[in-house]
């Protein structure tokens, strides 16, 4: 009975092999422009370690570590995990399922006014010992599809889990590389408010120096300690941003926030070219979209499951064991039983629950359609925003760099005007504090184009190269 049992169920298991659902072509609307409306690009390929393209070794160790110790990134394989995990429960009633069991029972049975002879004031008894262990199997046939869409249906969720996942540690490299940045860009920031202030105090203590002989009004005097309290207190608050900032990169490296990073000595040169390639490829790049696809033809799955659930389910069930009232007797196959039955259950009425599951499941395809199509285009739009940012920041850093040379010779032509007597001191001042905001702004802008660049790398899915 067991061979044929294993002939009949064999072709059926051979066709119940499942797969993740194929990635398929998507219109949302307006198709794609054959450029980028920002700027004109070059093609390029992927590439995964983009951050070197910045040349800073000590950054590249960092995003190593923060890759292998980030605790976002360890939520996100775990729930990897777990999309992996359902897929395999999903699919788990393809598969015959087969139970051990093992029953012992002990019966005492008595006879009561059973006319025995010879027996008085007695009541007659019976004890009795079973032993029956069994196999016990069940399996449901899927002759529409029912299981196979459900499993299908998990094994794209795995796959829109890895995309998310790949998405994510894309995600905290952008931030370990920008908030790097930032600190190096803060801790010289740091630097140019510690040498104004010094500035300011050399200042001061000459003016007061010249007040005490009579050389300098009691007005410059004030005016030059405002200054100098000014930037002091400017320096405790660039030096307190400073640390924030070191320490929410030590956050994300999965190290004790002590602010004692070592950082490099200066921001990096931006690299050269803007590699990237045509709107439509962007598609297959973008982990967000990636994964709203594999989400979508997921919901389009459990369309078919729903549907499947209204039509009947057949299914196998069956045992077979031995029985006797002897321990020894259990292998014995002069006692064995054996029981197979075929099910039939066709739904008739379920209150509208069956029903109500296909008008959810499309429900919720038309949510995944709308979300697919929505992140289509925030990615066509990241693009084109990154794009023309660089142009823009590209354009104010030139003219920061004419301002920062020119304000820089404007303060050291102001100080030794003064110096002179040619100038009073609120020009002079003017000047330093035009400078000083010139220098500052310069910083700014040299990290926003770094930041600019990685957007640009996160909006495309990753690096290129050429």
């Known amino acids: 009975m067991e061979r044929k049992l294993l002939l009949f169920t064999l072709p059926l298991f051979l066709i119940s092999c499942v797969s993740a659902p194929k990635t398929k072509k998507i219109s949302v609307g307006e198709p794609a422009p054959d450029k980028w409306s920002a700027g004109e690009t070059v093609a390029g390929q992927i590439d995964s370690t983009w951050w070197m393209h910045f040349g800073d070794a ?173 930037s002091e207190a400017m320096l405790s608050q660039i030096q307190a941003q400073h640390e924030a900032i070191v320490r929410q990169l030590e956050i994300l490296l999965a190290r004790y926030p002590s602010a004692a990073l070592q950082l490099s000595a200066d921001l990096p040169d931006l690299p050269a070219d803007v590699p990237a390639g045509l709107p439509a ?101 990241d693009v084109e925003s990154s794009l023309a940012n660089e142009r823009f920041l590209r354009q104010r850093q030139e003219a920061l760099e004419t301002a920062t040379e020119q304000a820089v010779a404007a303060r050291q032509l102001a100080e030794d005007q003064y110096a002179n007597g040619i100038i009073d001191l609120i020009t002079m001042l003017d000047a330093r504090r035009s400078a000083f905001a010139s220098e500052s702004q310069l910083l700014t802008v040299r990290r926003e184009r770094l930041d600019a660049r990685i957007d640009l790398y996160l909006a495309l899915g990753g690096g290129f190269s050429r």
């Open 281 to 381: 490829e962007l598609i297959s790049r973008r982990t967000d979209v990636v994964a709203a696809e594999r989400r979508l033809v997921a919901s389009d799955a459990r369309i078919r499951q729903a549907k499947a659930a209204l039509y009947p389910r057949i299914s196998l069930t069956g045992s077979a064991g031995t029985s006797s009232n002897e321990f020894g007797d259990i292998l014995d196959g002069d006692f064995s039983v054996w029981s197979i039955v075929g099910n039939l259950l066709q739904p008739l009425f379920q209150g509208g629950r069956l029903r109500a599951g296909v008008d959810l499941a499309k429900s919720q395809a038309d949510m995944a359609l709308a979300q697919y199509g929505q992140t289509v285009l925030s990615a066509y739009r």
């Open 58 to 230: 000590r950054l590249d160790s960092l995003v190593d570590e923060a890759l292998l110790k980030n605790f976002n990134l360890q939520a996100a394989a775990a729930s990897l995990d777990a999309a992996v995990a359902q897929a395999k429960i999903a699919g788990a009633s393809r598969f015959p399922q087969l139970n051990a069991g093992m029953t012992a029972s002990r019966v005492k049975q008595n006879f009561i006014g059973l006319p025995i002879p010879f027996v008085t004031e007695k009541v007659l008894t019976s004890t009795n010992t079973i032993y029956s262990p069994s196999l016990n199997f069940s399996w449901e046939l899927d002759l529409w599809g029912r299981i196979r869409s459900g499993q299908s249906a998990a094994l794209a969720d795995v796959e829109a889990s890895q995309a998310e996942l790949a998405g994510a540690k894309l995600s905290v490299t952008a931030q370990v590389v920008k908030t790097w940045f930032a600190a190096i860009e803060s801790r010289r920031q740091v630097e140019l408010v510690r040498a104004t202030a010094e500035s300011y105090r050399l200042s001061s203590e000459q003016i007061q120096d010249r007040y005490e002989r009579g050389l300098r009004r009691a007005l410059e005097v004030r005016l030059a300690l405002s200054n100098l309290a000014a």
